[in-house]
């Protein structure tokens, strides 16, 4: 006997990444897994580029059927500039892969009957044997609850309460430029590489993704690039206000930034960045922006309901381990259902697990910050708050 035999239904709170790896996984135990997200229709896959970690490599061939190869660009090598541009390269295999590509995997996996997208649980209640789900004017009883709704959570604090992430100090621009409109020269000088430039108080990177939901022939992939700056509070307000004075908050979607923060952000790439990469922010059509945070619990469950993905620990991107942390929750939360004799000693399990892998996450993310000169005084009204995101 074993804890999966103390279930029958599961309710995930959240449809992106970490909570499709919990439904995927929870499903395959033959547990009837309702996932409901807020956000309504095809999402944008143009957004992030992802180190593929070995955790959601194994996670896709296993649990999806999908060779992880097939929806990847694999890397040979580090390539390093220096200001003036010149480069020197390390050997180092890695497999790079898209948000998109991940998310696509994942959802043609799960049964579109169990995937609620544009119904957010507006509240969960915990009860003696599990939690009522809100969603609308409905409500759905489920054995055990898994909050999956990101680092702006509405839910947290019914797990952690004062565990709100709060702003690090600095932004990272991204872009993307799809294949066909990269020069050539440009990409012959970062094929099969994945590229950086650590400058005063900034880090540039990039490197080739997949391109639609992991389209990797020749001529459909994406450059990505990532460019961390400092910004104090009023920067980040700047930032992330639109070009029709609208203020986003913590994050700014692509197409919207104001005209006088793109030539801000044009004149210090010319300032600041080698030309390679100078040119890469210029031939970029939509940059966009998101803050940078740090998030940590000193819990993930209470009682039933559990916290996971960037709900629980929200980890710096330096290092890249977003994904792969949100992986594992779902490996080891399957593996310690199936193992361990009781829902209560599984779950103990787990959270004891998960605590440890992401506590050690957040300070490694804060160091790697703070070796790169990023991190800056953070006001005390720098609180993320579930509003704002």
Request: some cysteine; hydrophobic content about 40%; overall charge negative.
């Given at each position: ?22 439904a ?11 996932v409901?997200?807020r ?10 580029g ?10 896709l ?35 790079m ?56 959570s ?53 490197y ?19 460019w ?20 986003h ?8 930034i ?19 990469l ?40 330096h ?69 704002n995101?």
């Open positions: 006997m074993s804890a999966v035999s103390d279930i029958k239904s599961v309710g995930v709170v959240g449809g992106s990444l970490g909570g499709l790896f919990q995927v996984a929870l499903a395959e135990l033959g547990l009837d897994v309702t409901w997200e956000s309504a229709g095809r999402p944008d896959d143009r957004g992030a992802i180190v593929l970690q070995p955790g959601v490599a194994w996670f061939n296993t649990f999806c059927g999908v060779d992880p190869d097939s929806v990847s660009v694999p890397v040979t090598h580090r390539q390093f500039f220096a200001r003036d541009g010149r480069s020197h390269q390390t050997l180092m295999r890695q497999q892969i898209s948000w998109g590509a991940i998310y696509q995997s994942l959802r043609d996996r799960l049964d579109r009957a169990r995937y609620h997208d544009g119904r957010p649980a507006t509240a969960l209640v915990p009860r003696p044997d599990g939690v009522a789900v809100h969603v609308g004017d409905t409500v759905q009883p489920v054995d055990l609850a898994i909050i999956a709704d990101g680092s702006a509405r839910h947290r604090g019914l797990v952690a309460p004062d565990s709100t992430p709060r702003y690090a100090g600095y932004v990272a621009y991204r872009g993307v430029i799809d294949e066909t409109e990269l020069p050539e020269d440009l990409s012959a000088l970062f094929r099969d590489r994945f590229s950086f430039y650590d400058g005063e108080r900034t880090q540039f990177l990039c080739f993704i997949p391109g639609d939901f992991g389209a990797t022939a020749p001529g459909s992939r994406r450059m990505n690039w990532v961390y700056v400092r910004a104090d509070a009023p920067a980040l307000d700047r930032v992330t206000t639109d070009r029709d004075g609208a203020a908050g913590l994050s700014l979607p692509p197409g919207l104001a005209p006088q923060v793109y030539a801000e952000l044009l004149d210090r790439a010319q300032k600041v960045l080698p030309e390679p100078r040119r890469l922010v210029e031939l970029t059509r939509e940059p966009f922006a998101q803050a940078i945070l740090d998030g940590r619990v000193s819990r993930m469950r209470q009682d039933r309901l559990l916290l996971t993905g960037d709900a629980a620990f929200v980890v710096r991107p290092t890249a381990a977003s994904a792969e942390k949100a992986a594992a929750d779902a490996i080891i939360l399957f593996t310690a259902l199936q193992q361990l004799p009781s829902l209560d000693a599984a779950l103990a399990a787990w959270e004891n697990n998960r605590l440890a892998e992401g506590d050690a996450l957040y300070r490694h993310g804060v160091g790697l910050g703070q070796r790169l000169g990023l991190n800056g005084p953070v006001p005390a009204s720098a609180a993320v708050s579930g509003q995101y």
